[in-house]
């Protein structure tokens, strides 16, 4: 222990240094740099809600809100429980392609996941985001690797992928609760539709993740099958969103790869917005609700989440549909593409016209001002990227539009037939024996008065002022929506998930929630969800794009585009690399020791004609990046010059298919470089030290040479 608040103080002072170094300010400074030799991302504000030794550093979106915390995750990752593949951050086709050339195994991956369950899930950070994980999932692992071992080919699109499942859609092999003690145990006759095509595509189901109950929720995820609250890993004070919040919290926190969530009022879009995701609510009727636990079938939908565009169109792609089972998947016949991923096109926002609803900021409690400035950058973020923004965008008369409720009658009829689907051996067939079950098996307190209400309505929904009148409000949102976009000739409009960031555990009314997801549930139209940056005390938060219907693909191109135009996606510092990990190899601070050229042609290094004077790299388990270098000879050049100086900060991605570190540089002093991604070749040699390699580049002589800088880690 006394080890690791030692390294924790280390890697804080060394955090702290470097960046006053790069800038050139004392500790405690409050200076605001300016003028030319610096870029105007790099600025320093200290403020009193810091304690002495804590500063934030302000580096384009990224903020250093307590560098003591930063260090203590780093320190407690190193002594960890072991996990044998870098699964953090890792994509589908990163493990499969890892997979194809033999550097791992869907065993070892699958593991890995297993490992990081087990050290964050209910110890550590205690995320509590799972209600059961899979004991046959390594048994479905080997089975995979044995068919790839034999054919030499994939088995899916999503083979090997462990899949987190909302505990609300069924699975043969695991108990399917949707949150409720006395569903605890029962284990369904049949796998929901879209778990079968999982399966039937490769997939590993790993874990079915925790909700609000019964999917009744949305700031938060809270039920009777577990005690407490699911806890977002970016601060476990806060909320995880809802009713989804299991399968955010897993995938944020490097679970599973990719996982499924289920969308009434927002519960895809709610979790993905605070957990730093992407999700996606399709249009009701692409994807199947067969063996999926409902709400208001009018609405429900399950929806594909992860950590990046291109593995929730993977996910989409197996998921969408036409099932005999579900009448309403009939529409989408022949509106279903070869492929989701052909919408993949960094540069599809160039000419996109997107609408601003503005009049969503206004309704109500009003905005949060941060989560108003955030949404305003994504503004310019897109603007930047090509898209032409209607920001006199208005929907006439929005401002007073209902919010289409969910009624009692519709959920109770919904619930009964699904009792009666699940089959005999479901423990009730009512909503009233729900509501009278014996004490220790009854719903959340936070939840009883709702189904009470559910359980008491006589009506049906055919027959239920408040459902009739729904419909038609739901109607009416369809036609002044489509009126109003078709009007402005925008393809789609863009809008914050939340207005304001995401509540503390146990808030429920307390203080303004500002959810602006009824929107795509009234219209039951398509919505893809991105991240956009943080707020206050490392607080997610993500926006919308909304289209009309059928328009999945469309709108994945434009959340692409901007999600590689930004790059807002981070992992959460509370479930960092477990101690053995490869990545953890490189987690920490490290001094720069030496600069080498190598010869590409012979292998042989040669010290550089400048060598290392100084310098510094931080590779942050959250995955951020800082780096500082100083070459020798800088005391003989002018006062200010940056000659053999560089610093730029931004985000790691390891690479082990390559044996490369990706630096993707979000700021640097050099202007010209900012955005880059550039390789670094990686090697330890037996002392410890990393070599960090460029891409060999011709020079002069016509030798094609690599510069090699040397890193000796501190500790």
């Known amino acids: 222990m006394a080890h690791s608040l030692s390294l924790c103080r280390s890697v804080a002072v060394e955090v702290e240094r470097v960046a006053l170094n790069a800038l050139g300010l004392r500790r ?12 105007p991302q790099f600025r320093l504000r200290t403020t009193a809600r810091f304690p002495p030794g804590h500063w934030a550093l302000d580096v384009g979106h990224w903020s250093f809100f307590s560098t003591v915390a930063l260090a203590c995750s780093i320190a407690a990752s190193v002594h960890a429980a072991p996990a044998s593949f870098p699964v953090e951050e890792a994509t589908i086709a990163g493990i499969q392609a890892a997979y194809l050339s033999g550097k791992t195994t869907a065993h070892e991956v699958t593991q890995a996941y297993l490992d990081r369950i087990a050290a964050y899930d209910k110890k550590g950070p205690y995320l509590n985001s799972l209600i059961t994980v899979s004991t046959r999932a390594l048994a479905d692992a080997d089975k995979l690797d044995a068919e790839l071992k034999s054919t030499g080919k994939l088995a899916g699109p999503l083979h090997g992928i462990p899949v987190i499942v909302k505990d609300n859609l069924d699975t043969t092999d695991m108990p399917t609760s949707s949150g409720v003690a006395l569903f605890r145990d029962f284990v369904p006759p049949k796998d929901a539709f879209i778990v079968a095509r999982l399966r039937a595509a490769g997939a590993i189901v ?62 895809v879009r709610a979790p993905s917005s605070i957990n730093n995701l992407v999700g996606i609510r399709p249009t009701v009727g692409l994807v199947s609700r067969t063996g999926m636990g409902p ?38 016949t022949g509106k279903i593409p070869k492929t989701y991923t052909a919408f993949l096109d960094k540069n599809g926002l160039k000419g996109v016209r997107l609408g601003v609803l503005r009049q969503a900021l206004t309704r109500q409690d009003g905005a949060d001002p941060e989560v108003v400035a955030l949404f305003e950058k994504a503004i310019s973020d897109l603007r930047a990227a090509g898209a032409v923004i209607v920001d006199d965008f208005t929907v006439p008369g929005f401002e007073k539009f209902p919010s289409p409720p969910q009624t009692a009658a519709q959920t109770k009829a919904d619930w009964e037939r699904f009792f009666a689907y699940e089959g005999p051996t479901f423990p009730v067939k009512t909503v009233a024996e729900l509501r009278d079950a014996p004490m220790g098996k009854r719903v959340h307190p936070l939840h009883a008065p709702r189904v009470a209400e559910i359980a008491a309505i006589t009506k049906s929904p055919e027959e239920d002022p408040q459902t009739i009148q729904g419909l038609k409000d739901e109607q009416m949102y369809r036609d002044k929506f489509g009126a109003a976009m078709d009007a402005a ?31 795509g549930s009234a219209t039951q139209w398509p919505v893809v969800v991105v991240p956009m940056g943080f707020v206050g005390e490392n607080l997610p938060m993500g926006f919308q794009f909304f289209g009309r219907p059928w328009t999945e693909g469309q709108l994945i191109k434009f959340a692409y585009a901007y999600e590689q135009a930004t790059h807002h996606r981070r992992p959460p510092v509370n479930a960092p690399p477990l101690g053995e990990s490869f ?60 000659d053999g100086f560089s610093s730029y900060f931004g985000r790691w991605e390891l690479s082990t298919a390559e044996g490369c570190m990706i630096h993707h540089q979000d700021g640097n002093l050099s202007v010209k470089q900012i955005g880059q991604a550039a390789k670094r070749y990686y090697t330890f040699d037996a002392a410890g030290h990393l070599s960090l390699a460029t891409p060999p580049a011709k020079r002069d002589d016509g030798r094609a040479l690599s510069t090699v800088f040397v890193w000796e880690r501190i500790e």
């Open 583 to 642: 990545a953890q190899k490189f987690i920490g601070t490290w001094k720069l020791i030496a600069i080498n050229e190598r010869d590409a042609a012979s292998g042989r290094e040669t010290p550089a004609a400048r060598g290392a004077a100084d310098g510094q790299l931080i590779y942050a388990a959250n995955g951020r990046l800082s780096v500082q270098i100083v070459r020798t000879g800088r005391e003989s050049l002018p006062p200010g010059s940056a």
């Open 295 to 332: 709400l208001d079938s009018v609405r429900d939908t399950p929806g594909p989440m992860g950590r990046d565009v291109e593995d929730v169109a993977r996910l989409l792609d197996v998921m969408a549909c036409v099932d005999p089972a579900d009448a309403r998947t009939a529409p989408a």
């Open 206 to 267: 790993l874990a079915k993740s925790s909700l609000s109950e019964l999917a009744m929720g949305l700031a938060d995820s809270i039920n009777s099958a577990l005690p407490g609250f699911t806890r977002n890993p970016y601060n476990t004070a806060h909320a995880s969103g809802g009713s989804s919040g299991g399968t955010g919290v897993a995938l944020a926190a490097n679970f599973g790869t990719v996982g499924i969530g289920t969308d009434t009022g927002g519960s």
């Open 489 to 519: 000739h925008v393809d789609a409009l863009i809008f914050p998930v939340w207005n304001f960031p995401p509540k503390i555990n146990g808030d429920r009314g307390q203080t303004p929630q500002g959810s602006l997801t009824f929107i």
């Open 28 to 39: 405690g400074a409050r200076t605001r740099v300016g003028g030319d030799a610096l870029h």
